[in-house]
């Protein structure tokens, strides 16, 4: 029989809660900066995800919010956090050939291979050399020869 100690209960979140934490995402998509950082600095989780597993980072780097991006990473954002389809933020600015973006998340110790849709998978898939060479740059021995 499963425990059903009282202690590891998680509290019903109330409709107007709910609304509040979805309109997150809105903010994100729509890089109301100012705004999200600074309900994150009042407490909202700074790696708050939607019922699909997308982060505020990934929302962010998918809406090319550079300035949202950099400071969801000073605050702390997990930058490897995947979604349910395999999916990180640094991925999802490589399909959106952000190289601004991508690069802070690099720079910020992404994994290039994390995900079954990582950044390099991405990459080759739709042919995005310019994006697969910035991979290479950021990528402790990958192949950076031009020849």
């Known amino acids: 029989?499963?425990?059903?100690?009282?202690?590891?209960?998680v509290p019903e979140l109330t409709d107007e809660q709910l609304e509040f934490l979805n309109?997150?995402?809105?903010?994100?998509?729509?890089g109301k900066t100012?705004?999200?950082l600074g309900l994150i600095d009042q407490g909202i989780p700074v790696n708050l995800t939607n019922s699909k597993g997308d982060s505020l980072l990934i929302?962010?780097?998918?809406?090319?919010?550079?300035?949202?991006v950099a400071g969801l990473?000073?605050?702390g954002a997990d930058v490897d956090r995947l979604n349910d389809r395999g999916q990180t933020a640094v991925s999802c600015a490589v399909f959106r050939q952000n190289e601004e973006i991508a690069t802070s998340l690099l720079d910020a110790g992404a994994d290039v291979h994390l995900g079954t849709q990582n950044?390099?998978?991405v990459a080759e898939m739709f042919g995005l050399d310019k994006m697969r060479q910035?991979?290479?740059q950021h990528t402790p021995g990958a192949d950076t020869?031009?020849?």
Not at 1 to 9: G, I, K
Not at 23 to 30: E, T, V
Not at 59 to 68: I, P
């Open 134 to 136: 910035l991979l290479d």
């Open 73 to 75: 990473l000073e605050r």
């Open 1 to 9: 029989m499963a425990d059903t100690n009282d202690a590891d209960q």
């Open 145 to 147: 020869s031009t020849s």
């Open 23 to 30: 309109s997150m995402f809105d903010l994100a998509r729509a």
């Open 59 to 68: 929302l962010a780097a998918y809406n090319d919010h550079a300035d949202l």
């Open 34 to 36: 100012e705004e999200l």
């Open 119 to 121: 950044p390099y998978a």
